[in-house]
């Protein structure tokens, strides 16, 4: 049995690991590994996750299910994933990596494109269903949750009847390339205020956006 000081180093312990793992974010975007989709609508998730990575200039490193990356923000660990699954399997990495480090649900944020929203609008939200998207749909099944934070970047529905498929994976138009530098500037803002200022400060000052 352990000693009376023996608890206490115990229960110390464990508070201080719980509040670590507190401080700690996953942010996962999601995308299709390879050339040929590199600059597509459908990977905006990586395409965030590369413009951030400049900005703080970090290096992505080849890790089990992903490409992995990490910063410090504020006191906050932020850790950056791009799942090597392709987008169907999103779940089996987002899983694995939650896991690992220790995350607890409610400080993961998977970043998704959305047909459903103007170009470019930004929306957070901590629960839905997965709108027909199959990263989200595997997403929600390895969490067997649809109660876990989505950073949605909306890509328009400007496509003919029987045309998304080639839509989503097509690459942007000239004019949302212009636009695209200023929302990426503010999709990194949300992140960060995602892991500072707690989601529903951040909902308010962003959705819509």
């Known amino acids: 049995?352990?000693?009376?000081?023996?608890?206490?180093?115990?229960?110390?312990?464990?508070?201080?690991?719980?509040?670590?793992?507190?401080?700690?974010?996953?942010?996962?975007g999601l995308g299709n590994i390879g050339p040929k989709y590199h600059n597509t609508r459908h990977n905006i998730g990586f395409k965030i996750l590369d413009y951030l990575a400049e900005k703080e200039?970090?290096?992505?490193?080849?890790?089990?299910?992903?490409?992995?990356?990490?910063?410090?923000?504020?006191?906050?660990?932020?850790?950056l994933l791009?799942?090597?699954?392709?987008?169907?399997?999103?779940?089996k990495a987002?899983?694995?990596?939650?896991?690992?480090?220790?995350?607890?649900?409610?400080?993961?944020?998977?970043?998704?494109?959305?047909?459903?929203l103007p170009f470019g609008t930004i929306r957070l939200k901590t629960k839905g269903s997965d709108g027909g998207h199959n990263g989200l749909k595997d997403i929600q099944q390895q969490l067997n949750t649809n109660k876990y934070n989505r950073f949605r970047f909306g890509i328009s529905d400007e496509f003919s009847k029987g045309n998304q498929i080639n839509y989503v994976l097509g690459e942007w138009s000239e004019?949302?390339?212009?636009?695209?530098?200023?929302?990426?500037?503010?999709?990194?803002?949300?992140?960060?205020?995602?892991?500072t200022a707690g989601v529903s400060n951040t909902m308010n000052n962003f959705n819509g956006k």
């Not at 791009?82 to 779940?91: A, D, E, R, V």
């Open 1 to 28: 049995m352990l000693s009376f000081f023996g608890r206490i180093l115990s229960k110390k312990k464990k508070d201080q690991e719980s509040d670590n793992s507190m401080k700690k974010f996953l942010v996962v």
């Open 57 to 79: 200039t970090l290096t992505f490193e080849t890790v089990k299910l992903g490409d992995r990356a990490e910063f410090k923000y504020k006191g906050r660990k932020f850790i």
């Open 82 to 91: 791009k799942p090597s699954t392709f987008m169907n399997l999103s779940g």
């Open 94 to 116: 987002v899983n694995y990596w939650l896991t690992k480090e220790k995350i607890p649900l409610e400080n993961l944020l998977i970043i998704t494109d959305d047909l459903n």
């Open 175 to 195: 004019d949302e390339k212009k636009q695209m530098p200023e929302r990426l500037d503010k999709a990194i803002e949300l992140i960060k205020s995602f892991g």
